[in-house]
């Protein structure tokens, strides 16, 4: 993923407090399964900090995702941890299709991989 020796923070919190940080972040009122904050732009390759980024899950919203899906909770919470770091990775699914697909697909990729450890 070309992020070797980068630190990364994941904390896994409930509805209540991810809301809260959606709220103050980025204006989004009520909680979401999982947040990311890249610690400098992925763009930009002029900084490199050692610390890639944090991601924060919601397990409040990971149990009803798991029941919803049919998938097992820890599926569903490995499926969030990878969606969050593609996001610090400079991935994002809301700027376009093409760019929604490609992150799908890089996800397909991750889980399949994580699976086969």
């Not at 732009?41 to 798991?66: F, K, N, Q």
């Not at 990729?109 to 994580?114: D, G, I």
Request: negative net charge; hydrophobic residues 35%; charged residues 30%.
């Amino acid at each position: 993923m070309g992020c070797h020796d980068r630190e990364l923070s994941v904390l896994f919190t409930d509805d209540e407090h991810i809301a809260a940080l959606n709220k103050q972040y980025l204006g989004r009122m009520g909680p979401t399964n999982v947040l990311a904050f890249p610690m400098e732009d992925p763009h930009d390759e002029t900084t490199v900090s050692p610390m890639l980024g944090d991601v924060v899950i919601s397990l409040d919203t990971a149990a009803r995702e798991s029941v919803e899906s049919g998938e097992s909770f820890d599926e569903t919470v490995r499926r969030l941890l990878i969606h969050g770091i593609l996001h610090l990775l400079g991935f994002d699914h809301e700027r376009s299709e093409g760019e929604a697909r490609e992150m799908e697909q890089e996800e397909l990729r991750l889980k399949n991989l994580v699976q086969n450890l």
